[in-house]
T-cell receptor, first 110, second 114 residues
Framework: GQQVMQIPQYQHVQEGEDFTTYCNSSTTLSNIQWYKQRPGGHPVFLIQLVKSGEVKKQKRLTFQFGEAKKNSSLHITATQTTDVGTYFCAASFGNEKLTFGTGTRLTIIP | DGGITQSPKYLFRKEGQNVTLSCEQNLNHDAMYWYRQDPGQGLRLIYYSQIVNDFQKGDIAEGYSVSREKKESFPLTVTSAQKNPTAFYLC?????????????FGPGTRLTVL
């Protein structure tokens, strides 16, 4: 089946360092969404990207959709302890379903 | 206060027993979903429903069953045919069945089969 590869699986950073997670597909995507799941919690929607080359920002978070619509990234500048959690991408290949990546678990070293 | 509720939060069952997980939403959403979350495997789609009285299998439907008799409710039954049922189960809803609609997730039910 169609898959979305997300890397890295884990990332440990010092507080204040930057963090990036990537999602890659071998097939062109219709759209991609990003979710955050706090430890012990449930996924919460962050943003959706639809257009080729699209870049969106939310405070310290920057989301990008590749020109070929086959990859996406989430970058956090100057991480804080509140950024701890698992970040998931969820992509559509043109059908009704969203396919979730395996997630990147971010831990912050104070 | 609108949202999605799942009950119970923790559930323990003996092997061979069927168990039903509850999911209710008061967001007036047409589409509802069930996902299974295992460590290191992300979220995998079990079943989804885009409208009342209709539902489709997801990627890992074997050993599970659902019903959608009411717009607000989408219960999931984990049957004894499911070989490895211990997992965290997440219910979600969206305005419509399009992949462009964001998912709203419930708090989840952690099922442990002994």
């Amino acid at each position: 089946g169609q898959q979305v590869m997300q890397i890295p699986q884990y990332q440990h950073v010092q507080e204040g360092e930057d963090f990036t997670t990537y999602c890659n597909s071998s097939t062109t995507l219709s759209n991609i969404q990003w979710y955050k799941q706090r430890p012990g919690g449930h996924p919460v929607f962050l943003i959706q990207l639809v257009k080729s080359g699209e870049v969106k920002k939310q405070k310290r978070l920057t989301f990008q959709f590749g020109e070929a619509k086959k990859n996406s990234s989430l970058h956090i500048t100057a991480t804080q302890t509140t950024d701890v959690g698992t970040y998931f991408c969820a992509a559509s290949f043109g059908n009704e379903k969203l396919t979730f990546g395996t997630g990147t678990r971010l831990t912050i070293i104070p | 206060d609108g949202g999605i509720t799942q009950s119970p939060k923790y559930l323990f069952r003996k092997e061979g027993q069927n168990v039903t997980l509850s999911c209710e939403q008061n967001l007036n959403h047409d589409a509802m979903y069930w996902y299974r979350q295992d460590p290191g495997q992300g979220l995998r789609l079990i079943y989804y429903s885009q409208i009342v009285n209709d539902f489709q299998k997801g990627d890992i439907a074997e050993g599970y069953s659902v019903s959608r008799e009411k717009k607000e409710s989408f219960p999931l039954t984990v049957t004894s045919a499911q070989k490895n049922p211990t997992a965290f189960y997440l219910c979600a809803s969206s305005v419509g069945g399009s992949s462009y609609n964001e998912h709203f997730f419930g708090p989840g039910t952690r099922l442990t089969v002994l």
